[in-house]
């Protein structure tokens, strides 16, 4: 069965300092990876997603993954954060019809 | 505005009352999901529809909890003798293609339920 982790449960910084979200995967065929974003009381939003292809993929409001094989990883990252960035932050794979989620990264950005 | 839409918003009810949410797809998609998210999780699945179709539902939480879609539109989630256990926000999320495994969800805003 397909899970993820995300290993941090919440990240402080700054606004301008840059960012990097962890995520790892199991699954045992190629992976459709997603990053989400939910801000408190709404639902979540999707920023961006791997299928296939180049292994650095571009997403929405700045941010950026990269697809790991060797790693399992598909770590989220941004170069400059803004404070409307504060969020939570999910990854998620699919590849099954059920996508699955992990348990999310609370960003908290300092002024 | 052509998002998902979820129904009521918010529900308080006494705990042992039934309780049911209901979600509206982007019209075009095919498939629709019921998650439910606690405090500091993220979502966990509940079950999902391709058309009016419930493919899997063994991961519904109890027998308490039902769902249906009976013309492929809209979807009912209904919960009986609600617990203080069931207090979440239950989100729904539809995908737009029937034969693609991908799985990008495009969520409504969810409904909190409060179980007192």
């Known amino acids: 069965a397909q899970s993820v982790t995300q290993p941090d449960i919440h990240i402080t910084v700054s606004e301008g300092a840059s960012l990097e979200l962890r995520c790892n995967y199991s699954?045992?065929?190629?992976?459709?990876l997603f990053w989400y974003v939910q801000s408190p009381g709404q639902g979540l939003q999707l920023l961006l997603k791997?299928?296939?292809?180049?292994?650095l993929v571009q997403g929405i409001k700045g941010f950026e993954a990269e697809f790991k094989r060797s790693q399992s990883s598909f770590n989220l990252r941004k170069p400059s954060v803004h404070w409307s960035d504060a969020a939570e932050y999910f990854c998620a794979s699919g590849g099954s019809y059920i996508p699955t989620f992990g348990r999310g990264t609370s960003l908290i950005v300092h002024p | 505005d052509t998002g998902v839409s979820q129904d009521p918003r918010h529900k308080i009810t006494k705990r042992g009352q039934n309780v049911t949410f209901r979600c509206d797809p982007i019209?075009?998609?095919?498939?629709l999901y019921w998650y439910r998210q606690t405090l500091g999780q993220g979502p966990e699945f509940l079950t999902y529809f391709q058309n009016e179709a419930q493919l899997e539902k063994s991961r519904l939480l109890s027998d308490r909890f039902s769902a249906e879609r009976p013309k492929g539109s809209f979807s009912t989630l209904e919960i009986q003798r609600t617990e203080q256990g069931d207090s979440a926000m239950y989100l729904c999320?539809?995908?737009?293609?029937?034969?693609?495994?991908?799985?990008?969800?495009?969520f409504g805003e969810g409904s909190r339920l409060t179980v007192l």
């Open positions: 791997y299928f296939s292809g180049d292994t």
């Open positions: 019209s075009e998609h095919n498939r």
């Open positions: 999320a539809s995908s737009p293609l029937a034969g693609d495994p991908t799985g990008e969800l495009f």
């Open positions: 699954y045992g065929a190629t992976p459709y």
